[in-house]
């Protein structure tokens, strides 16, 4: 099989100090869009300026002014607070969806890793098998069989982020495997456990920690996508995503509708890209 | 590349194809869910479900419906769907050049932009050209396609009037008139692809640039866009073009969010549709042919290697 999308080795920078400047840059402006989402998570579930699902048939689709930061919606609901909620929705998927893949992808990867031979195989073709699915067909067609709804949706994205997960492990392993300090441990008599535990864990960590930042921003866009779709987050919840497909209706009348939701969306995913990519470059050299 | 090796890639792919279409099989037959009781209803009585579901098969042992569901692959049938009541393969064939016309369009706009853009980044690394490319590539990754392609709706078509909202008429009008329909949509898929192809080919080509064959070209005084593309991108391509089955991927999951935005009969929309009616063999037929459609374009980057980089022609190609 042909790696896909693995960077190559580089050479040296001409001018390293001006490109770590911006690298730095990155990974701030990052580390602020990725806490701010999470801040309004965090707030949205224990605050909201209105109650989100609280009707107002006074104020319809009614623009942004103070009472309302970001409007109100078709049912005279509050943008704002709607979209607290949504970031609630977000922040639960991208975790849950980390957590469901990271696992699953680090057991499976490392068990073919470091054992190889067959169980390498045939665990290969099947991760190579589940890899041939686009991820958001894979956890479109898992939803038409476990149904919508949050936990439904971070499960099926987790699925379709394991392989990614497991091919990554894997191979970080396989490097690893090979390293003096491992073969070094395995003749002073440490057991696999340990050795899996004090030097390939935290050698394989950094890159595992990016691909868990990619898989959260993966799987914000792909609540999002399945939530517009009608797949997601069911309504009365709140999701940016199917705030998105509410406001469709209304363009003309309630802009702000797709505007806010839209944005939010779009901030996290930047954060989180940009987090991941700093801390890729900062754990290796050779991208700086 | 020798007939082994090509009958190896050949083997991988049906293999690959056989473990989906497997792991498919049994996502959509082992999880709940009763496609017979949707055609029923909940209110029809067991006898009429009973009925239904040796109408469908279901009431067969598993294996006996594995067995049939793979038999049916190998001669090219994918099913048959509830809803419909046709076979899931004409259903499909019916949709595809609607799918097929918007990917194609998306990808070679997003190949336009993505690959120079890639290049002159590359080309001015670290200066400001290269910030911006930078700038916007992230920005392409970050934005939805279905949150651009409500503001391009907003713009071009409420705003502008300049092009059609959604829907599509290429049916009755024909296909070149129909194409005024496929633009906003092809835009908006196009962006997330652009970003990425532009982040693949700047990555790719600021390490052709770094090579001696560059240094050599420049220094007996080949002209600078001579070694950019000539040189420098000849070599730098060939990540960009292994990626293609990802891309393909790619632009038929986009296209399921697209075809929803703007209100277009193609694959992505019968998909949906699949999903709502729980029309699960219409899914299940559907997801196996993305599968396939991937794993051939996979196929075909394995087999045009040689052609795109002349330093795998002699033998086997790594990997």
């Given at each position: 099989?042909?790696?896909?999308?693995r960077?190559?080795?580089?050479?040296?920078?001409?001018?390293?100090?001006?490109?770590?400047?911006?690298?730095?840059?990155?990974?701030?402006?990052?580390?602020?869009?990725?806490?701010?989402?999470v801040?309004?998570?965090?707030?949205?579930?224990?605050?909201?300026?209105?109650?989100?699902?609280?009707?107002?048939?006074?104020?319809?689709?009614?623009?942004?002014?103070?009472?309302?930061?970001?409007?109100?919606?078709?049912?005279?609901?509050?943008?704002?607070?709607?979209?607290?909620?949504?970031?609630?929705?977000?922040?639960?998927?991208?975790?849950?969806?980390?957590?469901?893949?990271?696992?699953?992808?680090?057991?499976?990867?490392?068990?073919?890793?470091?054992?190889?031979?067959?169980?390498?195989?045939?665990?290969?073709?099947?991760?190579?098998g589940?890899?041939?699915?686009?991820?958001?067909?894979?956890?479109?067609a898992l939803?038409?069989?476990?149904?919508?709804?949050?936990?439904?949706?971070?499960?099926?994205?987790?699925?379709?982020e394991?392989?990614?997960?497991?091919?990554?492990?894997?191979?970080?392993?396989?490097?690893?495997?090979?390293?003096?300090f491992v073969?070094?441990?395995?003749?002073?008599?440490?057991?696999?456990?340990?050795?899996?535990?004090?030097?390939?864990?935290?050698?394989?960590?950094?890159?595992?920690?990016?691909?868990?930042?990619?898989?959260?921003s993966?799987?914000?866009?792909?609540?999002?996508?399945?939530s517009?779709?009608?797949?997601?987050?069911?309504?009365?919840?709140?999701s940016?995503?199917?705030?998105?497909?509410?406001?469709?209706?209304?363009?003309?009348?309630?802009?702000?509708?797709?505007?806010?939701?839209?944005?939010?969306?779009?901030?996290?995913?930047?954060?989180?890209?940009?987090?991941?990519?700093?801390?890729?470059?900062?754990?290796?050299?050779?991208?700086? | 590349?020798?007939?082994?090796?090509?009958?190896?890639?050949?083997?991988?792919?049906?293999?690959?194809?056989?473990?989906?279409?497997?792991?498919?099989?049994?996502?959509?037959?082992?999880?709940?869910?009763?496609?017979?009781?949707?055609?029923?209803?909940?209110?029809?009585?067991?006898?009429?479900?009973?009925?239904?579901?040796?109408?469908?098969?279901?009431?067969?042992?598993?294996?006996?419906?594995?067995?049939?569901?793979?038999?049916g692959?190998a001669?090219?049938?994918?099913?048959?769907?509830?809803?419909?009541?046709q076979?899931?393969?004409?259903?499909?064939?019916?949709?595809?050049?609607l799918t097929?016309?918007?990917?194609?369009?998306?990808?070679?706009?997003?190949a336009?932009?993505?690959?120079?853009?890639?290049?002159?980044?590359?080309?001015?690394?670290?200066?400001?050209?290269?910030?911006?490319?930078?700038?916007?590539?992230?920005?392409?990754?970050?934005?939805?396609?279905?949150?651009?392609?409500?503001?391009g709706?907003?713009?071009?078509?409420?705003?502008?009037?300049?092009?059609?909202?959604?829907?599509?008429?290429?049916?009755?009008?024909g296909?070149?008139?129909?194409?005024?329909?496929?633009?906003?949509?092809?835009?908006?898929?196009?962006?997330?692809?652009?970003?990425?192809?532009?982040r693949?080919?700047?990555?790719?080509?600021?390490?052709?640039?770094?090579a001696?064959?560059?240094?050599?070209?420049?220094?007996?005084?080949v002209?600078?866009?001579?070694?950019?593309?000539?040189?420098?991108?000849?070599?730098?391509?060939?990540?960009?073009v292994?990626?293609?089955?990802?891309?393909?991927?790619?632009?038929l999951?986009?296209?399921?969010?697209?075809?929803?935005?703007f209100?277009?009969?193609?694959?992505?929309?019968?998909?949906?549709?699949?999903?709502?009616?729980?029309?699960l063999?219409l899914?299940?037929?559907?997801v196996?042919f993305?599968?396939?459609?991937?794993?051939l374009?996979?196929?075909?980057?394995?087999?045009?290697?040689?052609?795109?980089?002349?330093?795998?022609?002699?033998?086997?190609?790594?990997?």
């Amino acid at each position: 099989m042909i790696e896909r999308g693995r960077p190559r080795p580089g050479r040296r920078e001409p001018n390293p100090l001006k490109l770590s400047r911006r690298r730095r840059t990155n990974l701030s402006v990052g580390l602020a869009l990725a806490t701010l989402v999470v801040a309004l998570a965090v707030i949205g579930a224990v605050w909201t300026p209105v109650d989100p699902a609280r009707m107002d048939m006074t104020h319809r689709a009614a623009p942004p002014t103070a009472a309302h930061l970001f409007g109100t919606d078709e049912f005279g609901r509050d943008t704002f607070s709607r979209a607290l909620k949504g970031a609630g929705s977000a922040v639960e998927v991208g975790l849950g969806v980390a957590v469901i893949a990271g696992t699953l992808g680090l057991a499976l990867g490392a068990l073919a890793g470091y054992r190889g031979g067959l169980v390498d195989e045939v665990l290969m073709r099947l991760i190579d098998g589940l890899y041939a699915f686009p991820p958001l067909i894979m956890a479109l067609a898992l939803v038409a069989v476990l149904g919508p709804g949050l936990r439904q949706v971070t499960v099926a994205i987790g699925l379709a982020e394991v392989p990614a997960f497991a091919r990554l492990t894997r191979s970080l392993i396989i490097g690893l495997r090979q390293q003096l300090f491992v073969e070094a441990a395995r003749a002073a008599g440490a057991t696999d456990w340990q050795i899996a535990r004090r030097h390939l864990l935290p050698n394989a960590a950094p890159a595992l920690i990016v691909q868990a930042s990619i898989a959260f921003s993966t799987a914000v866009l792909a609540e999002a996508a399945l939530s517009f779709l009608g797949l997601g987050v069911q309504p009365p919840s709140a999701s940016w995503g199917l705030m998105l497909q509410e406001a469709q209706s209304f363009l003309t009348l309630a802009p702000w509708m797709a505007i806010f939701p839209g944005a939010l969306i779009a901030a996290t995913i930047l954060g989180f890209n940009l987090v991941a990519d700093g801390l890729a470059e900062r754990s290796d050299p050779r991208l700086r | 590349m020798t007939v082994r090796a090509i009958g190896r890639r050949l083997a991988g792919l049906v293999l690959t194809i056989l473990i989906a279409s497997t792991l498919s099989f049994f996502v959509f037959n082992i999880l709940p869910g009763d496609p017979a009781q949707v055609i029923v209803g909940l209110e029809g009585s067991p006898d009429s479900l009973q009925a239904v579901r040796a109408e469908l098969g279901l009431d067969r042992p598993l294996g006996v419906r594995f067995a049939a569901w793979i038999g049916g692959l190998a001669r090219g049938d994918l099913g048959r769907s509830i809803h419909y009541q046709q076979s899931v393969l004409s259903l499909i064939l019916g949709r595809l050049p609607l799918t097929a016309a918007l990917a194609t369009l998306a990808i070679l706009i997003a190949a336009a932009i993505g690959i120079p853009l890639g290049v002159l980044a590359a080309a001015r690394r670290g200066q400001p050209v290269d910030w911006w490319a930078t700038f916007f590539m992230q920005l392409g990754l970050a934005i939805p396609g279905f949150w651009l392609g409500i503001l391009g709706i907003m713009v071009f078509s409420l705003n502008l009037h300049l092009l059609p909202p959604g829907g599509y008429a290429g049916r009755e009008e024909g296909f070149l008139a129909g194409l005024e329909y496929l633009i906003l949509p092809a835009l908006t898929l196009a962006v997330g692809r652009a970003a990425v192809l532009t982040r693949l080919t700047r990555a790719s080509m600021n390490e052709s640039l770094a090579a001696n064959y560059i240094q050599a070209a420049r220094g007996k005084g080949v002209p600078e866009g001579r070694v950019l593309f000539r040189h420098g991108l000849r070599n730098a391509v060939i990540p960009v073009v292994t990626s293609a089955g990802l891309q393909v991927g790619a632009l038929l999951a986009g296209s399921v969010v697209v075809e929803r935005v703007f209100a277009l009969p193609g694959l992505g929309t019968l998909l949906l549709g699949g999903v709502s009616n729980r029309d699960l063999p219409l899914v299940q037929g559907l997801v196996v042919f993305f599968v396939v459609v991937v794993s051939l374009v996979n196929l075909a980057v394995d087999l045009s290697y040689g052609a795109i980089d002349p330093r795998t022609r002699s033998g086997e190609v790594g990997g």
